[in-house]
C-alpha cells in the first residue's frame, strides 16, 4: 500500500484545500463530441483488480476457510480461537505440543487430554471462526483434520454448534483414531435452520485419553466449487467490475515486514499440510491457503490477466538484499516462479505445477520487479532491478517488465504508480496525465521515475494501486465522485495508462478486521456489501470503448468532468459524466460523425449528501439506477444532478 507507514501524513495534507466552489448554473455548458475523430486506443486491460493480505482479505475473506487458526498458533495468553470444551461431568485439558506435527512444515499440534467424559458428557475443543460461522439451510459443509490418539481413543464427533442455543445444527462421526498422523475427512449438512453467523466449530470425543489435532478444516460452498476455494459472493462482486486482470500477491504481502515474512512462493504450493504459513505485515498470521496456485485459480475463475509481482529483495522493515552474488538467489527464484506459471511438463517446476494439478501452463504477460521500492531509503533498487531486469529479459524476451521506482539503467516496459488522497486532489489530479495543451495526444518528458502531463514515448503506466480516501470502513459517494474524476482521467489517457487497479479492494468490517481505511467492498462472515465507489468502478468497468473519441467542454465550471469511448464492435459510444458540486449541471450535447439512436440507456449514481454511503446493513443506499434518456439526436439537451455520475449508452445506427 502506497504510503502506508512513512508518507501518510504528506498524503492526507495533499487533499485538504478544497477548490472554490461554483456559482449555481443557469446557462448551459456545451459538450461536443466528435464520433467521427477517433484519438487514441483505450487499453483492452484499463481496469482490473488488486488486493493483498490485508483487513482480513484473504483468511477471514475471500478464502472461504471458516475456521480460524487451523495451524493452532499461540502467543502468551494461549491458543488463538480455541477453546476447552467439557460437557456435564467430563473433565480435560489442552495445551500446544511443539514436539509433534503431521509434517515438516507444521511441526507443532494441541494436544487434548480428557481424563473424564462419556457420550453424555463429551470433552473437546472449539473454534469460534472469524468473528462467527455463517451458516444457511439445507447446506453442505466440507471438512477435515489431521489427527493422531493414543490407543483405544474411539471416535471423534465433529459438529456445528449454534452459539444461542448450545445445539448442535448438523454432525458428523469420524471413526476411531490411528496412532499415526491422518487426515480424516467429513460432511456436515444443515436442515431448516435460519440463516445466522452466530455459530461455532466442535471436535469432541466420549473417552478418557489423548488425542492430537492440526490442520482442522471446514468450507462452505465456494465460487465454482473449487476445492480450497473462494466466497461466492465476493467473487461476484469481483466479476460484475469487469476486471481485466489481477495483480498478485499485491502490495507489502510481497514484501513482508523482514525478509523471513516475504510471500515465500515456494512454501505456498502443494498439499496445504506442507504449508509452514508466515505472519503477514498486517498483525496477523497467514494461512497460505491463498498460495500462488489459489491466485492463478482465482485468474482462471474470473477469466482475467495474471500479473505477477516477484520479490526483488526488499522488505518493509528497511531489510534489504544487496546486489551482487547475495541477490542471485532471489532472482533464481522469480525464475523459477515464472516457470512455474509458465514452463511445459518437461520443466522442473512445470512439472510442480502439474503435480499439484494444473497441467496447463498459464498465459503470462505482466512480471513486476518487487513493490514500492521508492521506500527503501538506501536507494538500493537502482541497482537491484537490473540483474533482475536482465535475468528475466534473458530468459523470457517476450514478457512486459513492470518497476516499482525510479531506475537509471535499463528502462522498464512499465513503470508502477501508486495514489492515496482525498477527493479534492482527484478532481486536480483527473488532469494529471492530460498533455500541457490539454489533450491527451502529444509527447511532454518522463523524468526517469514519474510521469507528470505524461509522455507518450516513455514506459507505459500501471496505476497499481489508487483510492480516494474518505469514509469509514468503506468509500462514501464524495470518494466516489473523487475516483470518478480520476477514472476519466485514465481513460482519456489510456493510450499510455495500460492498467489500473483500486486499493484495497476487501475489508473485514468486523471490530479489529481493518488495518486500512478507505476499501472499496465491506462484509463479515455472513452478508457482503458494495460501497459507492465499488458502483463507480462497476459502471466503469462495464461500459468501456476501445477508442476515445474528439471532444470538448466549455462552460462547466468546477467539479464537472467527463470522458468519451467508441466500441467498434458493438456500435456504442460510452459517455460518463461526472458531476461532483452541488449544483445541477444542464449540458447542451452536440454529436457529430455519427447517427444515434432516440433512445439511449443511462445508469446513474447518485446521492443526496457527499457522505451518503453504504453499510453492512443499509448495503443499497447509494446504488445505480437505470432509466431511458430520450429524444437523444445530434443535438440534445441533458442535466446532470448534484453529486451524481452517470454513464450514457448511445446506440450508433
Not at 459438529?159 to 487426515?183: F, N
Not at 461476484?236 to 513482508?256: V, W
Not at 498459464?362 to 541497482?383: M, P, R, T
Not at 434518456?629 to 452517470?646: A, N, R
Request: charged content about 20%; glycine content about 8%; some cysteine.
Amino acid at each position: 500500500m502506497n504510503c502506508k507507514r512513512y508518507l501518510i501524513a504528506a498524503l492526507l495534507a495533499a487533499g485538504v484545500v478544497a477548490p472554490v466552489m461554483s456559482a449555481a448554473q443557469t446557462s448551459p455548458s456545451v459538450l461536443t463530441i466528435h464520433a467521427d475523430q477517433p484519438v487514441s486506443t483505450v487499453s483492452p486491460t484499463l481496469y482490473g483488480l488488486m488486493t493483498e493480505e490485508i483487513n482480513y482479505s484473504y483468511d477471514g475473506g475471500l478464502y472461504a476457510e471458516m475456521v480460524r487458526n487451523r495451524t493452532f498458533h499461540s502467543d502468551w495468553s494461549g491458543l488463538l480461537y480455541w477453546y476447552l470444551v467439557e460437557n456435564g461431568n467430563a473433565r480435560a485439558k489442552m495445551e500446544v505440543d511443539k514436539t509433534t506435527g503431521p509434517s515438516d512444515a507444521l511441526k507443532t499440534s494441541v494436544r487434548l487430554d480428557v481424563e473424564r467424559a462419556d457420550a453424555q458428557s463429551p470433552a473437546g475443543i472449539l473454534n469460534q471462526g472469524y468473528w462467527g460461522m455463517a451458516l444457511r439451510p439445507e447446506t453442505t459443509y466440507s471438512g477435515s483434520f489431521f489427527a493422531k490418539a493414543g490407543a483405544d481413543m474411539g471416535a471423534v464427533t465433529v459438529s456445528l454448534v449454534s452459539d444461542l442455543t448450545g445445539k448442535a445444527v448438523a454432525t458428523a462421526m469420524v471413526p476411531a483414531l490411528t496412532l499415526k498422523w491422518k487426515q480424516y475427512s467429513f460432511t456436515l449438512k444443515t436442515g431448516a435452520i435460519q440463516p445466522s453467523s452466530t455459530n461455532h466449530l466442535e471436535l469432541t470425543v466420549a473417552h478418557a485419553g489423548s488425542v492430537w489435532f492440526n490442520l482442522v478444516s471446514l468450507f462452505p460452498p465456494t465460487y465454482h466449487a473449487r476445492v480450497n476455494g473462494f466466497r461466492p459472493d465476493l467473487m461476484e462482486k469481483m466479476a460484475a467490475m469487469h476486471p481485466k486482470f489481477l495483480r498478485f500477491p499485491g502490495g507489502n504481502y510481497l514484501e513482508g515486514n523482514t525478509i523471513s515474512e516475504r510471500f515465500d512462493w515456494k512454501k505456498t504450493i502443494g498439499p496445504l499440510v506442507d504449508r509452514p504459513t508466515h505472519l503477514s505485515p498486517w498483525g496477523y498470521r497467514s494461512t497460505d491457503g491463498m498460495g500462488l496456485l489459489e491466485f492463478l485459480g482465482w485468474c482462471e475463475d474470473l477469466k482475467i490477466e495474471p500479473v505477477l509481482a516477484v520479490y526483488a529483495g526488499y522488505s518493509l522493515a528497511g531489510e534489504h538484499v544487496a546486489a551482487g552474488p547475495d541477490l542471485q538467489p532471489y532472482i533464481q527464484d522469480a525464475l523459477d516462479e515464472i516457470e512455474f506459471l509458465t514452463g511445459g511438463p518437461e520443466t522442473k517446476w512445470g512439472a510442480e505445477r502439474v503435480k499439484d494439478g494444473h497441467p496447463a501452463p498459464f498465459k503470462l504477460k505482466y512480471v513486476e520487479i518487487g513493490n514500492e521500492d521508492w521506500l527503501d531509503k538506501s536507494g538500493s533498487y537502482a541497482e537491484r532491478y537490473p540483474p533482475f531486469f536482465n535475468a528475466i529479459r534473458s530468459k523470457y524476451p517476450n514478457l512486459q517488465l513492470i518497476a516499482t521506482a525510479p531506475v537509471n539503467g535499463p528502462r522498464p516496459d512499465v513503470i508502477d504508480e501508486h495514489y492515496y488522497v482525498r477527493a479534492t486532489q482527484n478532481f486536480h489530479n483527473a488532469t494529471h496525465y492530460d498533455a500541457q495543451d490539454g489533450s491527451a495526444a502529444s509527447s511532454p518528458v518522463w523524468d526517469g521515475g514519474h510521469y507528470d502531463k505524461a509522455d507518450r514515448n516513455g514506459p507505459k503506466v500501471f496505476v497499481g494501486e489508487w483510492a480516494t480516501r474518505e469514509g469509514y470502513p468503506t468509500p462514501d459517494m464524495g470518494a466516489a465522485l473523487g475516483d470518478a474524476a480520476w477514472m476519466t482521467g485514465l481513460e482519456r489517457n489510456s493510450d499510455i495508462i495500460i492498467m489500473a487497479s483500486y486499493a484495497p479492494l476487501l475489508t473485514n468490517v468486523n471490530p479489529g478486521g481493518m488495518q486500512w481505511e478507505t476499501d472499496l467492498i465491506g462484509y463479515n462472515a455472513m452478508k457482503s456489501y458494495g460501497s459507492p465507489a465499488y458502483y463507480a468502478q462497476v459502471l466503469f468497468g462495464s461500459y468501456l470503448g476501445d477508442h476515445t473519441l474528439g471532444s470538448a467542454v466549455t462552460g462547466a465550471g468546477d467539479k464537472f468532468f467527463y470522458s468519451i469511448t467508441g466500441s467498434a464492435a458493438k456500435k456504442q459510444l460510452y459517455l460518463k459524466l461526472v458531476n461532483a458540486s452541488s449544483n445541477a449541471k444542464p449540458l447542451d450535447i452536440e454529436l457529430t460523425g455519427a447517427k444515434v439512436s432516440a433512445t439511449a440507456k443511462m445508469l446513474s449514481l447518485n446521492a443526496n449528501d457527499p457522505e451518503e454511503t453504504n453499510s453492512i446493513n443499509d448495503p443499497e443506499r447509494v446504488v445505480p439506477v437505470e432509466t431511458s434518456l430520450h429524444d437523444v439526436s445530434s443535438h440534445f439537451k441533458h442535466t446532470v444532478p448534484p453529486y451524481s455520475i452517470q454513464v450514457i449508452v448511445l446506440d450508433d445506427q
